[in-house]
């Protein structure tokens, strides 16, 4: 068994891993698969995810009549955590340590920051693996795909939580941003992975949106993309509700 960095020609054989995992494990539609598998799993996706500076993916070979061939993978996004995003294994393959071998890959790479995996609540087997590897329940959150939404649950290392994603600072009405108070919306939130955002209003009419407030620690430094992914560049907090991310074992 070699565990080693993906390359582009492991594309194929990684959407086929992810397609017999997620029939095997996750109690999806069909539908809901083939969603998953175009807009995350088609050749430009994997491409960009190959490409991408703030993601590192492992796959693990073994030889099988001469031939190597890819068993299994992980992504991890890099931040402030080493997050696993997407962990599968071949369901033929299953019980061979191929699953153990990536999380300890990971934890070798990245032996300088904390490991962390956000899990689709529909896998039957993601948190028990990851509960093996001494991670707990550190709060919910949801994300969007194909139009719908799915609950996920986060695992960290640590002491963790099974609390509600509940603000760590207080909320106030207003945040002053280049010089004007800026309201707040108190009565609506975006779940984050540390902390809910709460949304910015140019003017106290509250018609024009500014920005989010992110109640992890109370900076308005929060950047969004066009996938209304947020994330807080003072202390990480990252909403990913746009985006089939985050681990789904």
């Not at 997620?22 to 960009?48: K, R, V, W």
């Not at 108190?186 to 984050?192: C, E, T, Y």
Request: glycine fraction near 8%.
């Amino acid at each position: 068994m070699e565990v080693r960095p993906a390359e582009s020609d492991d594309r194929e054989r990684i959407r086929a891993i992810t397609r017999d995992s997620l029939q095997s494990s996750y109690s999806l539609s069909p539908q809901q698969i083939e969603t998953i598998l175009e807009e995350e799993f088609d050749d430009t996706s994997l491409t960009d995810l190959l490409d991408d500076a703030d993601t590192a993916v492992f796959v693990v070979d073994e030889t099988v009549d001469g031939t190597e061939t890819v068993f299994g993978y992980v992504t991890v996004e890099l931040g402030t955590r080493a997050t696993i995003r997407w962990l599968h294994v071949d369901p033929e393959a299953r019980g061979g340590d191929i699953g153990t071998a990536l999380v300890h890959r990971v934890r070798e790479e990245f032996a300088e920051k904390p490991i962390a995996a956000h899990i689709l609540n529909d896998a039957v087997e993601g948190g028990k693996f990851l509960e093996e590897f001494g991670l707990k329940q550190g709060g919910h959150d949801q994300i969007l795909v194909g139009g719908e939404e799915f609950d996920i649950t986060l695992f960290i290392e640590g002491d963790g939580t099974e609390t509600t994603n509940e603000p760590s600072v207080p909320v106030p009405e207003f945040v002053t941003v280049d010089g004007v108070d800026r309201p707040v919306n108190r009565d609506d939130s975006v779940p984050g992975t540390e902390a809910p955002f709460f949304p910015l209003y140019r003017a106290e009419e509250a018609e024009e949106a500014y920005g989010y407030f992110c109640s992890q620690c109370g900076s308005t430094d929060v950047s969004a993309d066009g996938l209304d992914r947020l994330e807080c560049g003072n202390c990480g907090n990252v909403h990913r509700a746009d985006e089939w991310d985050d681990a789904y074992l």
